[in-house]
């Protein structure tokens, strides 16, 4: 198996897109009939809810992008059940060829922080099996290592926290320390890492997740970090557009992808799907809001030069 | 139900010591006889094992001390059936009349943060049902809200990440902002949130998570956060000591508690208490690193003064 780096670049120029599409199933935006119809459902309903609909979405997208990015936090609330349909999740959308970056923003120290990379990591080797995982900064260098060395036995990924996308994330991130931003200087030690794990596509098996709603430092920190991948959450729902993102990319249009989630899996409960399609035909909102999303991304940035 | 610091103030006095459980299973150090003497133990017969164990802990420490802090990695790290077990582990504790502090480190924004917070928060109103729960603060504000609102509905409890007790911590946290360091930033923070939250006791619902390593920071955060609950890892194995943890404490003797896991709960494999106890009387040997925590606390600390 190629590291994680160059099977994300190569899933990238093989669909011609940076699309990734956030898998967040909320029981009260499910199309109707999925859970049962009663106040109450159980949690083992709820999981089979979400199971089928993330099935549905994968259906879909997976002719379309190249990767899927599960939010454990949904699947945990509901317990253990909604952690073995996220472990299915996952195994499901590896089978149609997606790429799955799973969004835990997980963090810990050393051998704790190696469980759960050891738990998360590696499609094959690992209960959950994901490709990558997101990742916190705050405890530091030696909370970080283990979640890299674990990705690196297993040709996986990790996203680092690096510039958030939500309108606190400036609370710490924008803190300036030896006249810098906090968020640089977990950049410059993101992009050390990404060095030393750099695939044969030039970028490392360490990423950064770099917010779609701060398009100035999205350049400044693609500049800063010629070898890191970014993961750019924020677009649409969020607020952020095609051309917010466009200083992602390199000049080959790659070594970027962005991420949107309940505007895709939730197109049909949107104005503009509601009356074409509406619930009944929600996966066909599902494609077209993804097909919305990578045209936008082809003509309003440098994805648009992968071919096509 | 009292809200969560009044309920931790009435243990700690209760038991008359702040000594904090951490249960930590890993397959590596259980007892032997646990796991099935093959080479390859299933998920289910490792999840097995950690729920004996984890009951095992609790029958010695339930009496003596007044909460335990499941790590919430090494059950996630087995799968869906770790962290069953996990679910079972939190509520046979929860009867025992122990709190339960779930070390998760968790970390998101908006809904996705209330997500993570109504799964674990909440004895009797979550699946896992912890009375409180860490996380970590990069995100900002806005990621720390959702759990101290959930937290707030359900009497329940937080623990943000301030000064940590691994050697890494200083990389983000001791970098200098506006002439502070960061992790005093936070922690000017947090005290906010544990005033808004206070308790009859003084304390709030929201603490704070702050290294024994460190007891200049220790003391120093103390007097800057009168109204916050400490949560103070890093004793034994990781090298702090009862003298390194006394600034952690009120006048009173309150105001703290002291994590240590695997100082207690894998005692049978250290050298004082290998040749009296051995693996096959490990829970004996549980008791007695517990008794000598928490005498050494009432020696050296202001613990001392909550009686006994």
């Not at 996203?159 to 924008?174: A, E, I, R």
């Not at 080959?252 to 309940?262: E, H, K, L």
Request: hydrophobic residues 45%; glycine residues 12%.
């Amino acid at each position: 198996m190629l590291d994680f780096p160059d099977r994300l670049d190569a899933a990238v120029r093989r669909c011609q897109n940076p699309v990734l599409v956030g898998l967040d199933p909320r029981s009260e935006m499910l199309p109707e009939g999925m859970l049962p119809d009663r106040a109450d459902p159980t949690p083992a309903e709820i999981a089979a809810a979400f199971g089928e609909f993330c099935r549905g979405v994968i259906d879909v997208v997976a002719p379309l992008v190249p990767a899927v990015k599960p939010q454990a936090a949904f699947f945990e609330e509901i317990g253990p059940s909604g952690m073995a349909v996220l472990a299915e999740t996952i195994a499901y959308a590896t089978d149609k060829g997606l790429l799955v970056i799973l969004d835990a923003k997980r963090n810990d120290i050393g051998s704790t922080a190696a469980a759960y990379a050891r738990g998360m990591l590696g499609p094959g080797q690992s209960v959950w099996g994901a490709d990558a995982m997101t990742v916190s900064p705050y405890l530091g260098d030696d909370s970080l290592r283990p979640f890299v060395e674990v990705a690196s036995q297993r040709a996986a990924g990790v996203f680092v926290l690096v510039k958030t996308s939500n309108p606190g994330g400036g609370m710490l991130q924008d803190l300036i320390a030896d006249g810098r931003p906090l968020y640089r200087h977990v950049a410059r030690y993101v992009e050390g890492l990404a060095v030393e794990t750099a695939g044969a596509c030039g970028y490392g098996s360490v990423g950064a997740v770099v917010g779609a709603t701060y398009p100035d430092q999205l350049a400044e920190l693609r500049s800063e970090m010629p070898q890191t991948w970014f993961l750019v959450p924020g677009f649409g729902a969020q607020g952020g557009t095609a051309g917010d993102v466009a200083g992602a990319f390199d000049e080959q249009g790659t070594g970027a992808i962005v991420n949107s989630s309940r505007g895709i899996i939730f197109a049909h409960s949107q104005a503009q799907y509601a009356d074409r399609f509406g619930s009944s035909r929600w996966q066909e909102a599902v494609e077209a809001a993804t097909q919305a999303m990578i045209e936008r991304l082809r003509s309003e940035t440098p994805a648009g030069r992968l071919g096509g």
